[in-house]
């Protein structure tokens, strides 16, 4: 049953994908090269987040009907999952269209984030003793609670830099949480998992490079937030509902494990523009996407260099019980935190020179000179 789930996301997004592409045309709803920043050069539609919104709101609500999981389905804490994503989804549809300003948007996010953290109890209250850590104060761990929000919703905004990268990424990690949630029995958050990678997989058709749309903010801060509520709640799966060859996976390290990409990359970009002494949300080229576009000259390349990585870190977050059977889990968290950032080593080393002319030449001239072959601009991410 869970196949037919899938597929009929998928086959929604399919065939209503073109249908919306069509009306964005018409409607001038389109991403125009010109700016600086803007390294594509043809009019692209930017609210592929509208069918993703439908697809994801239908199927849900659908299956949860025909195959009856009212039973399974917390009425405290869904009727609000779905209030949010609603609330998200025309915060940044609004902004695709007509722009909203920093400060109105960080209010949102605080509303959102408190609302799913108390309201709906999608809040870290505790670090498994990770770090001898662990049971958290309830205020503590509230306002960790939504900095890890802001943090995991943005850096899936701030991904969708290339073309297939943030569709791409999120089937996968969205794999992984349905394979978490079918195996310790949480069918309302597998069914979600799985209808968003459904729906995502559509979308990845017509993102894929080259891209003829984008999803938008419209669309990646609303699957941040679905990313948000499932990693929260893999942190908060009871442990009697765990399968005895899933006990010893470690929730944090394959929190960690999932969303390794959008994490390390996001911390990363905004150490560097600390460190440089500018806002973190001052936009460069410094991404990852961007420094592997250096690197591979293609779209093609880089994402599919992103996917193979994330599904090596969800492989090896999955298969901790054997390095907790010699080491720690500090040590493991450790470790695997070192193999995600220092993956990219050898790209940061490659591309160092060429990044270095590019700062080079946005002082000297107030721009940034296209990369050759570069990506589009997909949404407004920094």
Request: with cysteine.
């Amino acid at each position: 049953m869970i196949a037919f789930v899938a597929v009929s996301s998928f086959f929604m997004t399919l065939f209503g994908m073109p249908v919306l592409i069509k009306v964005a045309k018409l409607k001038h709803l389109v991403d125009e090269p010109g700016e600086d920043r803007k390294i594509h050069y043809r009019s692209i539609p930017t609210i592929g987040g509208v069918m993703i919104f439908i697809s994801v709101f239908f199927n849900v609500l659908f299956w949860a009907g025909y195959l009856d999981l009212e039973e399974v389905v917390n009425l405290n804490t869904q009727p609000m999952t779905l209030a949010c994503l609603v609330l998200i989804f025309f915060m940044g549809l609004t902004d695709d269209i007509t722009g909203i300003s920093p400060s109105k948007k960080l209010l949102v996010h605080l509303f959102i984030g408190l609302a799913l953290t108390t309201l709906g109890g999608y809040r870290i209250d505790s670090f498994g003793g990770l770090f001898g850590v662990n049971e958290l104060p309830e205020a503590m761990g509230i306002g960790f609670s939504i900095f890890v929000y802001i943090v995991v919703v943005n850096a899936w905004n701030l991904i969708d830099g290339v073309d297939g990268l943030a569709a791409g990424f999120t089937v996968i990690s969205m794999g992984a949480f349905t394979y978490w949630f079918l195996s310790v029995g949480l069918l309302s958050e597998a069914l979600l998992a799985i209808v968003t990678a459904g729906t995502m997989l559509g979308f990845l058709v017509f993102n894929y490079a080259p891209a003829r749309i984008f999803m938008g903010d419209c669309g990646s801060l609303f699957v941040g937030v679905i990313g948000y509520v499932l990693a929260t709640s893999v942190i908060a799966t009871p442990t009697e509902s765990i399968p005895n060859h899933l006990l010893l996976v470690s929730k944090e390290v394959l929190v960690m494990g999932i969303l390794a990409y959008p994490l390390v990359d996001t911390l990363r970009v905004f150490i560097l523009r600390a460190a440089r002494g500018i806002s973190p949300f001052h936009p460069d080229r410094n991404h990852l996407h961007h420094r592997l576009m250096m690197q591979f000259g293609t779209h093609a390349k880089t994402v599919l260099s992103v996917y193979i990585y994330s599904i090596v870190m969800i492989l090896l977050a999955f298969s901790t019980p054997y390095a907790l059977s010699i080491f720690s889990v500090e040590i493991v968290f450790t470790g695997l935190m070192a193999i995600a950032i220092g993956a990219f080593y050898p790209t940061l080393t490659l591309t160092r020179r060429r990044y270095k002319k590019s700062l080079s030449n946005d002082s000297l001239e107030g721009k940034i000179i296209p990369i050759k072959r570069s990506e589009p601009r997909q949404s407004k991410s920094t």
